[in-house]
């Protein structure tokens, strides 16, 4: 936490965060990882469990880049069952099951409806795309036939753990009874249970304070890189003051998701393992088309051969994703074009329901770790994981390198395991704590019905904090809310004026445990406010107030900030405020 700011002539430089002293002062651990997704984050709380001393940092803020830009869904993978993916698919179906358990402050159940307009298209293709991974002529639709073989082999794998209900089949009549805007010529839908996660941000928040809690001696920063080598010393730069130092460790595990090879390359260690392909997605506001969904996702073949979803997430829905082919070095934004696509694929299911732009109320895109994969079509392209080792001796000492290829959220624990496993034999240590079956953080204790979650509500619905109040709380943080609501009534409060989802203590306490480095961070990854497109011109200018004292910024400062998050959305998430702050 920064709490005043520097002068170096005329120009203003943060103070040094607490955080980033404590890694400048102390420039040495066992593990160093860079990378502050959902994987390297899990991979930090593993280790820290482990008793190891490591230490996290992330060139920006944490979940910021595909693992905040994902399509929300915790699942087994149905599709994967085509690419003849039988291990991931066993293995997504198990952490689905624990993660519907272990986190169901953020992990719940999602109904999953796949309309079908034919019985037995797809048959003769099935088999050749299974053997070549190759869409071989135009796209054949998957029809029942294939549908209820594919529902009837997942429904297998789910077993394990199984947390959720077999697939079920309805013809058109009673396919139409329960979705009455579904299209016409509708023969058959197949439902299925699979899970999604409302908020990834603050899971991997929640994921990484339980890695701080776990262990005093480790350490994580947002807003600082790995910018070079230099001897055994990985040069760190803290991209909010520009100070770089050296940092040494023992085993470098490089969790950069689809950036691994310029990581790699940075370090002195160049490598060609990644080849990710840019997902983007849309959300809508638009209550006629969330009641069509009737609180399921629709999840279906486009004309083109690309699977895709239609989604309610609280009163949004989500629609996406495309999966291109594209350079990790250019900007990765949902363009005008996949606007229209969006647009179109929800004609094709509700073709009742006119779906406009301005509809549109934030989309986002990220790039997908996926491996190198050349020719094979990107919706070929393995969704599974590997390690990629490399030792070297430099100045007399011995530094392993970890790189991580590939990744889903899905199996974001098993991944950490096997990182945290692959860590400790070099470390030549052993496991002493498994996370399989370990509360995340907020999802302790958390109610498991919604009387239990209404009567935790009112528990904790008094001293002139309203139940509305409580339940935005409890959204948020679980039953960590508990602990935010305790900060709340330890001194005097007062809501924003602009929103009545936040007030000035709790983002003190945001800015306290948190490592808010930008107002952005607010709007994007400590709330859902951009992503349902809440903000609003007062939003910016009152928040830019209310940081100032926390963070120490001036009044320049305060309009930097406010002038970068309407650049940030504006250019990345496709949101124009109106009446912008100057």
């Not at 298209?121 to 088999?127: D, E, I, K």
Request: glycine residues 8%; proline residues 5%.
């Amino acid at each position: 936490m920064a709490d005043t700011m520097m002068t170096n002539g005329d120009t203003r430089i943060p103070a040094e965060r607490a955080e980033v002293r404590q890694l400048r002062e102390t420039p040495r651990a066992s593990v160093l990882i860079i990378g502050g997704g959902i994987n390297g984050v899990g991979t930090f709380r593993d280790l820290a469990l482990q008793g190891v001393d490591v230490a996290l940092v992330e060139r920006g803020d944490y979940c910021q880049g595909a693992s905040g830009a994902s399509s929300h869904m915790i699942h087994g993978g149905i599709r994967y069952l085509e690419n003849g993916e039988f291990r991931l698919v066993r293995e997504s179906v198990v952490e689905r099951n624990g993660l519907l358990k272990t986190a169901p402050h953020y992990v719940k159940p999602l109904q999953t409806t796949i309309p079908i307009f034919s019985t037995f298209s797809g048959v003769l293709a099935a088999p050749l795309r299974f053997i070549t991974h190759r869409q071989h002529g135009q796209p054949r639709e998957r029809g029942a036939f294939l549908i209820k073989a594919g529902l009837t082999m997942y429904d297998w794998f789910s077993r394990a753990g199984g947390a959720v209900p077999r697939h079920r089949f309805a013809g058109r009549r009673a396919s139409l009874a329960q979705l009455p805007d579904l299209r016409p010529d509708v023969r058959y839908t197949a439902t299925y249970f699979d899970a999604s996660v409302h908020n990834p941000e603050r899971m991997t928040l929640d994921v990484l304070r339980d890695g701080l809690n776990a262990n005093p001696e480790v350490r994580a920063t947002n807003y600082v890189s790995a910018v070079s080598r230099s001897g055994e010393s990985v040069m760190l730069r803290d991209e909010l003051t520009g100070a770089e130092f050296p940092f040494t460790a023992d085993v470098i595990v490089n969790a950069t998701g689809a950036w691994v090879d310029g990581t790699n390359e940075s370090l002195g260690e160049p490598s060609a393992f990644m080849g990710g392909t840019k997902g983007s997605h849309i959300v809508l506001d638009h209550p006629e088309l969330l009641a069509a969904c009737a609180g399921r996702e629709m999840f279906f073949e486009n004309t083109d051969g690309r699977i895709v979803l239609i989604y309610p997430i609280e009163d949004r829905v989500l629609v996406g994703t495309t999966d291109i082919d594209v350079d990790v070095n250019e900007p990765a934004v949902c363009t005008p074009e996949e606007v229209d696509y969006f647009i179109d694929l929800v004609g094709q299911v509700f073709p009742r329901i006119a779906v406009e732009p301005g509809h549109v109320v934030y989309s986002f895109s990220g790039v997908r770790p996926l491996p190198r994969h050349d020719a094979t079509q990107p919706g070929f392209v393995s969704r599974d994981y590997r390690i990629e080792k490399r030792e070297d001796r430099i100045a007399g000492q011995s530094v392993t390198t970890l790189s991580l290829v590939g990744g889903k959220w899905t199996t974001f624990r098993a991944l950490s395991e096997h990182l945290t496993d692959d860590v400790l034999e070099v470390l030549g240590k052993p496991r002493t704590v498994s996370t399989a079956g370990l509360a995340i953080g907020g999802g302790a204790d958390f109610p498991k019905t919604p009387s239990a979650e209404k009567a935790w509500i009112m528990a904790h619905a008094r001293d002139g904090l309203s139940a509305e109040r409580v339940e935005v709380l409890l959204t948020r943080y679980g039953t960590r809310a508990a602990e935010v609501i305790d900060h709340l009534r330890a001194g005097a409060d007062k809501d924003l004026d602009s929103t009545p989802e936040l007030s000035q203590r709790e983002l003190a306490y945001m800015v306290e445990h948190e490592q808010i480095g930008h107002l952005i961070d607010v709007l994007i990854r400590r709330t859902s406010l951009a992503f349902r497109g809440l903000v609003t011109a007062e939003l910016l200018s009152e928040l830019g107030e209310s940081l100032a004292p926390l963070l120490g910024w001036d009044a320049e400062t305060i309009a930097s900030e406010i002038k970068d998050a309407q650049r940030v959305l504006r250019e990345w998430h496709t949101v124009e405020l109106k009446d912008l702050v100057a």
